[in-house]
């Protein structure tokens, strides 16, 4: 415990300061690092279960979406009225989401009619592959998303990640003390409802704190946080069924008292999008 301590009080300050000073270009870049390390992890477990994916591919397609989601912002759109827009392009090149998947998708399907493995190892790698741009890269990108927000965006990131660290904070100490309701004993035996309740509170608490900060409507805010922790609890909970099936504790040592990047920001993966649809729709189409 005083390891994971230790590791969370070196962590959070520096990635604090990475997304309230840096550069939209080095956060989203930052971001595709860390992608890259949650999906190596991934492809690492789909590897112990016997399907191989066709990993640098994978791996290039991934950090190609990072930069398809950091090149939404290099694209200024200007209301002229009567609702007629015009966009304004910067100086460096830009990619679409959907380019992107088109691009790994025939690749993908190159790679697997060209491929000397067995014929037997195709389907499952190009399943692996396009699991792993799913469940993990896709919906880590929204970050990068979140952050191009004009005048709210590094405040969405991090009140992102807080209701996610809080929230995880808040399960582990409700759940240490007064858990006895097991949540899903098949896919992780220590997690209870009390703690996932906890779970919630914390994060509805921050909404509350974020409101005052961001001068925002504090029931949106709410509704958001309540929405993106059962996505981010959903997210800790499937990332415990990849585990299992590998036959695995951790995704890997890489965090001291974490386990790996997967383990540190699987309820991340699944709150981002759900955070970046939310103000969509609630704040922004609604304003």
């Known amino acids: 415990m005083l390891v994971r301590i230790a590791t969370a009080a070196a962590m959070i300050p520096l990635v ?80 679409s989401v959907e380019t992107v ?55 969405l990131v991090l009140f992102t990640l807080c209701l996610i660290w809080v929230g995880d904070m808040m399960a582990y100490f409700v759940g240490h003390f007064f858990g006895r309701v097991s949540l899903a004993p098949a896919l992780s035996p220590k997690k209870t409802w009390e703690g996932a309740v906890g779970n919630f509170v914390g994060s509805l608490l921050v909404a509350v704190v974020f409101s005052h900060w961001m001068q925002a409507d504090a029931l949106t805010l709410l509704v958001i946080a309540g929405l993106a922790n059962i996505a981010g609890q959903l997210g800790d909970l499937i990332e415990s069924a990849y585990k299992r099936g590998a036959a695995v504790k951790d995704s890997s040592s890489l965090l001291p008292g974490h386990g790996g990047m997967l383990d540190r920001i699987d309820s991340l993966i699944f709150a981002s999008p759900v955070v970046w649809a939310l103000y969509q729709w609630l704040v922004i189409r609604g304003s």
């Open 16 to 95: 604090v300061a990475l997304v309230w000073l840096a550069p939209p270009s080095l956060l989203a870049a930052v971001a595709a690092v860390v992608a890259l390390l949650a999906l190596a992890e991934f492809l690492d477990l789909g590897e112990r279960i016997g399907a191989r994916a066709f990993r640098k591919w994978t791996m290039a397609c991934a950090a190609g979406l990072f930069y398809a989601q950091y090149s939404v912002g290099l694209i200024e759109t200007h209301g002229m009225g009567w609702g007629v827009s015009i966009l304004r392009y910067s100086g460096e090149a830009t990619v």
């Open 101 to 155: 998947f088109l691009i790994f998708l025939f690749g993908a399907a190159a790679i697997g009619a060209a491929t000397r493995r067995p014929l037997h190892d195709v389907l499952p790698a190009m399943s692996l592959s396009a699991a792993g741009l799913l469940f993990i890269a896709l919906p880590l990108s929204y970050l990068v998303r979140l952050n191009e927000i004009e005048s709210a965006g590094r405040q």
